[in-house]
């Protein structure tokens, strides 16, 4: 998705000003975040946050209570499940998921880590840059 646009850019940037990249989020700030991100990287579906328990989740081994952040989608809505706090890493990561469902893992790793990379600034310097 390299759009080289510099008005995408700047609007990277003041997503990630705003919510940070590692910050975990409110779940007010999610849904923002989500729809605000969504509209930069184009997903067209109706994206929906849903908070799950950690005891529903399991490991490789059958243990309960782990971390869960994944997305579920099709043409029409995704759902991003997740049992903790969001960051904008995640909802960044999972919306690209959604919109090149065609992408491998590795892709949309790398992706979301160029997306983020902003203006080379720490998320303090670009907090106060912002205020």
């Known amino acids: 998705m390299r ?8 609007r990277r940037s003041g997503l990630i000003a705003r919510w940070g990249r590692w910050r975990p989020l409110r779940d007010a700030e999610a849904r923002e975040a989500a729809a605000a991100w969504g509209a930069v990287l184009g997903v067209a579906q109706q994206v929906r946050l849903e908070r799950i328990s950690r005891f529903q989740v399991t490991d490789h081994h059958g243990r309960r209570g782990c971390s869960l952040v994944g997305v579920v989608h099709d043409a029409h809505a995704a759902c991003i499940y997740h049992s903790r706090a969001l960051t904008a890493e995640d909802l960044v990561h999972e919306l690209l998921h959604v919109a090149h469902p065609e992408w491998s893992e590795e892709a949309v790793v790398l992706e979301t880590r160029r997306l983020l990379a902003g203006d ?12």
């Open 120 to 131: 080379g600034r720490s998320e303090a310097e670009a907090i106060s840059a912002s205020a």
């Open 3 to 10: 759009d080289g646009d510099s008005g995408g850019e700047r």
